[in-house]
């Protein structure tokens, strides 16, 4: 079996700025919102939290979420987002396949 091991190197520093990540859950939803906090087990507080829908046939859909607590043994990839590079992506033209759901494997 193999194991996956997550650890988080925020320094003191880090932690004084807002820093905007993309969560990726087990079940496929893309979640994106301002890193708050996490704890041993590696549940995750965002807040400002909206959801990316995406669809093969529609552009990518944004659903509100507002503060958004996350378990961590649902995550399965979290990674800061570069906020002037996503504001230059146009999300109403990509058309992409839902993630799948891995749980369903």
């Known amino acids: ?5 997550v650890s988080f190197n925020f320094s003191t520093n880090s932690l004084r ?8 859950t087990s079940d496929g939803r893309v979640i994106v919102g301002t890193f708050k906090g996490f704890d041993q087990t590696t549940n995750v507080i965002l807040s400002s939290c909206h959801e990316r829908v995406f669809s093969e ?10 503060l958004y607590i996350i378990r961590g043994d ?9 906020l002037e590079r996503d504001a230059s992506v146009d999300l109403t033209e990509i058309r992409a396949a839902p993630i799948t759901d891995i749980t369903r494997r």
């Open 1 to 5: 079996m193999n194991i996956l091991s």
């Open 74 to 82: 649902n995550i399965v990839l979290i990674g800061e987002i570069d």
């Open 17 to 24: 700025y807002a820093v905007t990540v993309e969560v990726i």
């Open 57 to 66: 046939t529609e552009g990518v859909e944004t659903l509100p979420l507002g």
